[in-house]
């Protein structure tokens, strides 16, 4: 069997999100999921990382198994990712650093949050949402956004 191009999961993932207002909440909600998820991962210190890895967190050993998912799948999806996700980094480094609640805290109810508005957004298109079939649409939804931005800007996926 084949492996699935980027088109191919793409296509399939945009069967279950065409309802405009299911689209327009995955706008909001996916890039808030995957910054929690970052976020999440942030909050958890590694004391016995190698020094290379930045400020300890498993964090940056997670983003470095996503770049490689999204590397194989395309290379201007993955530059365009990994981009994100040093954004996310940051960002988390900043509210770390500076949020007067701890960084986890803010990371779950934004998640719980986002979550409740994807699942409104599916009950709305009227299908379930993709990951329910295969887990591998969670890193799915991130790139399919990244995809519409290329488009939009006329970067090859």
Request: include cysteine; charge should be neutral.
């Amino acid at each position: 069997m084949a492996a699935r191009s980027i088109q191919d999961w793409f296509d399939a993932y945009g069967v279950s999100h065409q309802d405009p207002t299911n689209k327009a909440i995955h706008w909001v909600c996916v890039p808030v999921i995957y910054f929690c998820v970052v976020g999440l991962l942030f909050s958890v210190p590694l004391p016995t990382a190698p020094p290379f890895v930045g400020p300890h967190t498993l964090a940056y050993i997670a983003l470095a198994f996503v770049g490689y998912f999204y590397l194989r799948l395309s290379l201007t999806i993955a530059v365009g990712m990994m981009l994100w996700s040093g954004f996310c980094l940051a960002v988390c480094n900043y509210l770390d650093l500076h949020a007067p609640w701890p960084l986890w805290a803010i990371c779950i109810v934004l998640f719980v949050a986002a979550w409740i508005g994807q699942f409104f957004g599916h009950k709305v298109e009227g299908k379930k949402p993709s990951f329910l079939d295969d887990l591998q649409f969670l890193m799915i939804g991130p790139a399919w956004l990244m995809g519409f931005v290329y488009r939009r800007i006329g970067i090859p996926i």
